[in-house]
């Protein structure tokens, strides 16, 4: 689903809500108030609430209006398992001479990486950033899609503090599995991919069983009188 230039800008700004938590599952959107505060009519803003809600970070109800929609540790594990299957697919396609050429690049991001403190955004964006060039490597605009996709909401859940607690990273964890992918053959590198992830679907699996208070969404606020950004209602 593609959505036009206006209405982009406006997904843009209620998706940076949705990572900075000034929107938060349960809240209530008003789509006059988002077109006020942007200043624009209100068709980009309905066509990008629907494009929100098709990628299942809102969702409609008959006489309840668009809230952002709550999210549960087996939602956040199925993303997982989504993530594990794109990533070890292009690990097969890139593997050989197409990871070969982009050494020098991907073992810069791996660095990069390494080098940022665990659990800050700016780690997330560096971890982001790292596995999209892996996926890239595929040349698969169908992958490299999906895994936008599915990375769009790992960012979110991240940010609401829907995650556990990230697993130990080990020194210089990346770039060792650049040097692994550097080497490995097609199913090799699959193995290693899913070796690298394995902590984090561990720990989403134990959670879906459990639904712990780890994955519990942030509290709803009662704000008096109108929310700081007008955009949103905020229920008991």
């Avoid at 809230?67 to 956040?76: G, H, L, P, Q």
């Avoid at 800050?120 to 040349?139: K, P, Y």
Wanted: glycine share 6%; proline share 5%.
């Amino acid at each position: 689903m593609t959505i036009s230039s206006l209405s982009q800008q406006v997904y843009d700004a209620l998706y940076e809500q949705l990572v900075t938590s000034q929107l938060r599952p349960g809240d209530e959107i008003n789509r006059r108030a988002v077109a006020k505060e942007l200043g624009v009519s209100l068709s980009p803003v309905l066509e990008a609430m629907t494009q929100l809600e098709w990628e299942g970070f809102f969702e409609t109800r008959p006489r309840r209006g668009t809230t952002v929609r709550r999210v549960t540790a087996r939602d956040v594990l199925g993303r997982m398992h989504l993530r594990v299957a794109i990533e070890t697919q292009a690990a097969r396609i890139y593997a050989g001479p197409v990871i070969a050429a982009a050494r020098d690049k991907i073992l810069a991001l791996a660095a990069a990486n390494d080098a940022t403190e665990p659990g800050t955004r700016g780690s997330i964006d560096h971890e982001v950033g790292f596995h999209r060039a892996l996926v890239a490597l595929s040349d698969s605009p169908g992958l490299i899609d999906a895994f936008d996709h599915v990375m769009r909401h790992s960012i979110y859940h991240a940010a609401a503090r829907l995650l556990p607690k990230c697993p130990t990273r080990h020194t210089g964890q990346h770039v060792k599995l650049v040097k692994g992918l550097l080497a490995a053959s097609p199913e090799n590198a699959d193995g290693l991919i899913r070796a690298h992830l394995a902590p984090w679907l561990q720990l989403l699996t134990q959670a879906a069983a459990t639904e712990s208070e780890a994955f519990s969404p942030l509290p709803t606020r009662i704000l008096g009188g109108k929310a700081r950004s007008g955009l949103i209602r905020r229920k008991t």
